[in-house]
């Protein structure tokens, strides 16, 4: 529970895989089991392997670029198309398709298996992308999103009916405490989030 709510980058799975792997140390001892109660004073160890490389591919895949330059790329992503690659998915996705189209232009900021990569959207979702071809435009473009100067509009079609034509959503969004796959109003591990909507 501790490593998950400091580590929310990682699921609850991939840290009990470090756990019993023995990449865990607690004052200098090996803990196997994610039982153990941590103390005040403990001293927590904990060894993430380099990510697994991948032959990523690119790959001609049309793409619906919106804006073009230099130094970054707008594409709007078709429902249905992974963002990048990961377990059941490695090929067919956004970055297969980036890789193709901007050759050897892509910040590397994320990694092999995420290059230019500086946000994401769902699999099922539609909608405008921004990928970085350098990593000075990564840094400024991610630094835009983390201050929130930028602006993401989303239109989602909902069933029933929804109360108040227009409102605002303040509240922190986090993992879902038991469902890690998915995002949800999170008290203890999330972070601020506002959503104004209109019906």
Avoid at 115 to 142: Q, W, Y
Avoid at 144 to 151: A, G, L, P, T
Avoid at 179 to 198: C, F, L, S, V
């Amino acid at each position: 529970k501790l490593l998950s709510s400091l580590m929310d980058s990682f699921s609850r799975s991939y840290i009990q895989k470090l756990l019993t792997g023995g990449n865990l140390l607690i004052n200098d001892k090996t803990i196997g089991k994610a039982s153990y109660k941590v103390k005040a004073e403990d001293e927590v160890k904990l060894f993430v392997p380099p990510a697994e490389q991948l032959n990523i591919e690119p790959e001609d895949i049309p793409l619906d670029v919106l804006y073009e330059d230099e130094d970054l790329i707008v594409v709007n992503k078709p429902k249905g198309m992974v963002v990048h690659p990961s377990a059941g998915h490695y090929s067919g996705t956004l970055v297969n398709a980036i890789m193709y189209h901007c050759k050897d232009s892509l910040s590397g900021i994320n990694g092999e298996i995420r290059p230019g990569i500086v946000h994401r959207i769902d699999m099922d979702t539609t909608g405008s992308l921004i990928v970085c071809k350098n990593d000075e435009s990564h840094v400024f473009i991610a630094e835009q999103i983390k201050e929130h100067s930028v602006n993401r509009r989303y239109r989602g079609i909902v069933y029933g009916v929804v109360r108040d034509d227009e409102g605002t959503i303040h509240a922190p969004i986090g993992r879902h405490p038991v469902d890690r796959k998915k995002m949800a109003i999170n008290e203890k591990n999330g972070k601020d989030a506002i959503t104004h909507y209109k019906v």
